[in-house]
């Protein structure tokens, strides 16, 4: 499995960005649950927002919850995060990440469920 981000990039604050993670090599017979990490200078990741294996429920981190939206194309295997009225403290790398577990709302945040991962892209918000 392949996860590969782009997108990144510099804006001031109160801009947007389109985050995309195009996925190779999934298993054509099973879901995959898809989520968006960041990791900040000097700070841990954490989850920034989750899509479940059907694509029907998202779940997001508070600090997001309103500027920013995670959606997927299965037929392309690409999962989006849309990022508005961003942050300077949104200033991260951003990574992508999917696991075929089946996860829920308490469970879709901590990258150790997580079984595949992206190289990251940045995002720096001025």
């Known amino acids: 499995v392949q996860l590969v981000e782009s997108g990144g990039g510099s804006v001031p604050a109160g801009g947007s960005l389109r985050l995309s993670c195009a996925a190779s090599?999934?298993?054509?017979?099973?879901?995959?649950?898809m989520a968006w990490f960041r990791q900040g200078p000097g700070k841990e990741r954490e989850g920034v927002a989750g899509?479940?294996?059907?694509?029907?429920?998202?779940y997001y981190a508070n600090s997001v919850k309103g500027r920013f939206t995670i959606s997927q194309d299965t037929a392309k295997n690409t999962v989006y995060l849309q990022m508005n009225s961003l942050k300077p403290e949104d200033t991260s790398m951003y990574y992508c990440a999917a696991t075929w577990r089946l996860l829920g709302v308490s469970t879709w945040s901590p990258e150790a469920n997580y079984d595949y991962w992206g190289q990251g892209t940045q995002v720096t918000v001025s």
């Open positions: 090599g999934f298993y054509q017979k099973r879901r995959y649950c």
């Open positions: 899509i479940d294996r059907d694509g029907a429920t998202t």
